[in-house]
């Protein structure tokens, strides 16, 4: 298979990974398919796509005729068999193991025999989830960065059974999404959550025993490293959930307890403050 015969691209989830996923292949020139549970949920990223495409018609990055051109490539359904027709299929569903490992047995199923099945997982080993379908070979992690729209890498996560090519199609695809791949292997959290979360635990640490305020904290990783946002400001573009779960990824694979999660950031996610998504994380978004 190369990637000059993928025209459909299928996506499982309309979250915020699921959408960015979509608008970026519907830019890039796919034709796509977003799957989500309900007619409802399908139709919010389509909402989603809609904003992100309006901003750019008024920076006059595209015309509203382009936009229109680049809406009606997606195709927003809550019937899972309508995934069959995809040539490439991303799973951006919950980050929950049980969940996604019934998408992928369901999808091997449906999709055609060379349909690559890519999953967006930050923390779910992807040789378990090919282990879940008859097609190992053709099951690769292909992690997308949030907001996907902005956001220019993905990591591209090989399991022991992914195939050569398989992984090559998925870096082609990349490039022609507009990303910059960059390979990681099959270990917890890959490479970018292995370094990024152990930093935003520290720096809930740092909250939970009074080092400094969440202001202080975000200030000094802002304007004293230069990244673009403070660590708890982008815990919460996250999602706290979605950082718990990673950490606790990272310290049951590892058994080091370098990685074990912040009780404050436990205690978040029990109260249901998940940052932006719920309105409230470690600042107030209502
Ligand atoms: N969707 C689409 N576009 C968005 C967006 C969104 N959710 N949020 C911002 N943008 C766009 C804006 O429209 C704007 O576009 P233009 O340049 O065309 O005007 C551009 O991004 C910059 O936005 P802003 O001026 O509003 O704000 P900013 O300059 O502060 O940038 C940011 C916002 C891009 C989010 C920046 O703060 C940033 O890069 N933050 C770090 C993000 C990051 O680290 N992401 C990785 C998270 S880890 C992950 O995703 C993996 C995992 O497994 C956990």
């Keep these: ?19 960015g996923i979509v608008c970026v292949a519907a830019v890039s020139g796919f034709t796509v398919i977003l799957y989500d549970l309900t007619e409802a ?9 809609n904003g992100v495409l309006s901003k750019d018609v008024a920076k006059g990055k595209i015309t509203q005729d382009e936009k229109q051109r680049i809406m009606e490539r997606v195709r927003a359904t809550c019937r899972f068999h309508e995934l069959a027709d995809a040539d ?10 049980d969940i996604k490992l019934t998408i992928f047995k369901d999808l091997d199923t449906i999709c055609r025999p060379q349909v690559i099945c890519a999953t967006n997982t930050s923390s779910i080993p992807i040789g378990r989830i090919a282990a ?11 992690h997308f960065m949030n907001p996907v729209p902005v956001m220019k890498l993905v990591e591209i996560i090989r399991a022991l059974p992914t195939s050569q090519e398989t992984f090559d199609v998925t870096w082609e695809l990349s490039l022609k999404l507009g990303k910059t791949p960059a390979e990681a292997h099959d270990y917890p959290g890959f490479i970018s959550n292995r370094i990024l979360m152990p930093m935003i635990n520290e720096a809930i640490y740092s909250l939970y025993e009074g080092v400094g305020t969440r202001e202080s904290i975000d200030t000094v990783m802002k304007l004293g490293m230069n990244h673009p946002m403070g660590p708890l400001a982008l815990a919460d573009l996250i999602g706290l959930d979605t ?3 990673i950490m606790e990824t990272l310290y049951d694979g590892f058994k080091d307890s370098k990685y074990r999660p912040c009780p404050l950031l436990r205690r978040y ?6 940052g932006r998504k719920t309105g409230k994380g470690f600042y107030d978004y209502t």
């Design 132 to 142: 879940a379908t008859k097609r190992p070979d053709k099951v690769i992690g292909m």
């Design 88 to 97: 490439f299929v991303v799973e951006a569903a919950t980050e929950n193991q």
């Design 243 to 245: 950082c718990l779960a």
């Design 41 to 49: 949920l399908a139709l919010k990223g389509v909402t989603y796509i």
């Design 269 to 274: 996610v029990e109260s249901g403050w998940l």
């Design 1 to 19: 298979m190369k990637a000059d015969t993928i025209n459909t691209i299928g996506v499982i989830g309309a979250g915020q990974m699921g959408s």
